[in-house]
């Protein structure tokens, strides 16, 4: 039956797929004018010479002068075969800018969903049962506060802090002599001793809201007759807390799987640029702004993506902690 689900939820996923990449699309499409036409306007301001010749060549390979449908379908073919067109600002195929930059951009969402969760789950079980101590107080204070602090200024108070007093700078993800190095042990070693940093400073405001929720969610169920029934029959009160209740205020823990992967990597953006970070967020403003449609097209499809398969990968979670979930 676990089967049967995760197939019908994979097959579900292909045409909200499909919706998505049109709407990609479109969002793209949507400022007036294309980016050669702002490219041949920059370079009459300057007083560069325009080639209308290439303009109008590279207008006629993309279909920039097609409906709307045209385009996409160009656009859709070639990504489904690993092309995702040119980047006019940066003059080179989309595929050799994005691949990196997503790559760290998901070690870092990776690595921050981890940390979020290794933390927020024991701090928000021990605030549930610990309620209206002094413990339970501290924690909230500092739910509150890390909820209310916007994660780039806690970047700019660590990096003051780190060069007044520590004489270093923490910034990016390698070290100077790793920046253009090939990959390595060496480097990933290096991009470790480096992650720590933006991997705290960018879960602190989803911990402080999931240790909330698990905090809320095990308070609705640590009052239920079947808790109060299982300890009359002797059971220990840990083990009667991780087996019933935990488990079952787990189901809104999981699910916010779904918003928080996508969430992370495109919410950093901000926080990108104070830590000179090499993720997508910094690439990607920087293609809307100059309407470099393919290469901010691939990157908000590949977020699209991204948001299908963290509620896929959350709905399967579900589905194994709770099995009515797949009878449904």
């Known amino acids: 039956m676990l089967i049967t689900y995760i197939i019908r939820r994979i097959l579900w996923s292909v045409p909200f797929l499909f919706v998505v990449s049109l709407i990609a699309f479109a969002l793209i499409q949507a400022p007036p004018g294309d980016y050669l036409t702002t490219f041949a306007a920059t370079l009459a301001q300057s007083g560069d010479v325009v080639d209308q010749e290439r303009l109008e060549l590279l207008r006629e390979r993309y279909g920039l002068d097609q409906p709307f449908i045209v385009q996409y379908w160009k ?84 990096m003051y802090i780190a060069v007044v007093f520590f004489g270093s700078d923490v910034s990016g993800l390698f070290s100077e002599e790793f920046e253009k190095a090939p990959w390595s042990l060496a480097k990933i070693g290096d991009l470790m001793s480096h992650l720590w940093l933006p991997v705290v400073i960018l879960g602190l405001g989803s911990t402080a809201s999931l240790t909330r929720i698990m905090r809320a969610n095990l308070l609705d169920e640590l009052h239920k007759p079947y808790v109060t029934t299982a300890r009359a029959k002797g059971l220990s009160e840990l083990r009667l807390i991780l087996k019933y209740p935990v488990r079952m ?67 399967i979670l579900l589905a194994v902690i709770d099995p009515r979930i797949r009878y449904r």
């Open 75 to 158: 656009w859709i073919t070639g990504v489904l075969v690993g092309d995702f067109g040119i980047s006019f600002e940066w003059q080179q195929p989309v595929s050799n800018l994005i691949w990196e930059r997503m790559a760290l951009s998901v070690t870092l969402a990776l690595s921050t969903l981890l940390f979020t969760w290794a933390v927020a789950f024991p701090i928000g079980v021990y605030s549930a049962v610990k309620k209206y101590t002094l413990g339970d107080y501290v924690i909230t204070a500092v739910g509150f506060i890390g909820l209310a602090m916007p994660s780039f200024l806690v970047a700019l108070v660590l």
């Open 249 to 315: 205020a787990l189901n809104p823990f999981v699910s916010t799987l779904g918003w928080a992967f996508p969430q992370l990597i495109s919410g950093a953006v901000i926080t990108a640029f104070v830590l000179s970070l090499p993720t997508s967020g910094p690439l990607l403003l920087q293609a809307l702004l100059a309407q470099d449609m393919y290469l901010a097209g691939a990157f908000i499809l590949l977020l699209c993506c991204l948001s299908v398969v963290g509620m896929l990968v959350s709905d």
